[in-house]
């Protein structure tokens, strides 16, 4: 998982070099050591982990999704846990709690946090997803990236 996540936080890394926000997922195989999909933030309807899914789910089968796991450095909004859940991707593995990054974010009108954990979105689902996080080894790294991207990035609203 640590390796993993890890890897999605490059590919954050990545997206913040492309000027984007700092997000970043990636989609690995039942084998749990096959990547499949990597993806970084686009703007603010187009997420890491939304895009990755829709994609995921154009190139692969459903059931074989339900073995995949989506990793990612920050907790899914209710707009990517919805994804995930529609695209029947099985299992998921987040660094940092979305109670974290709001810590970090504040009232930021680029990142307008909905405090509706992704646990609470798939408990209203029909599908037993799996959910891993925070994980608190990579949190610090995670977090790194955000905390310098969000003070260079003050709130344009007062």
């Not at 936080?9 to 000027?19: I, R, S, Y």
């Not at 187009?46 to 994609?55: D, G, I, K, P, Q």
Request: aromatic share 8%.
């Amino acid at each position: 998982m640590i390796a993993h996540l890890r890897r999605a936080n490059a590919v954050a890394q990545q997206a913040l070099q492309a000027g984007h926000h700092p997000f970043g997922a990636i989609l690995v195989a039942p084998d749990q050591a096959t990547v499949l999909l990597a993806q970084g933030n686009l703007d603010t309807v187009n997420h890491a982990e939304s895009t990755l899914a829709r994609t995921a789910y154009q190139r692969f089968a459903p059931d074989y999704l339900w073995g995949c796991t989506l990793y990612t450095t920050v907790e899914p909004c209710a707009m990517c846990a919805g994804t995930q859940y529609w695209a029947n991707i099985g299992q998921l593995v987040y660094g940092v709690a979305e109670t974290q990054l709001l810590a970090l974010t504040g009232n930021h009108d680029a990142n307008p946090t909905l405090n509706l954990p992704c646990r609470e979105v798939f408990a209203c689902g029909q599908k037993p997803l799996q959910v891993w996080g925070p994980i608190a080894e990579v949190a610090a790294e995670i977090r790194h990236l955000h905390q310098d991207f969000w003070q260079q990035h003050p709130p344009a609203r007062a």
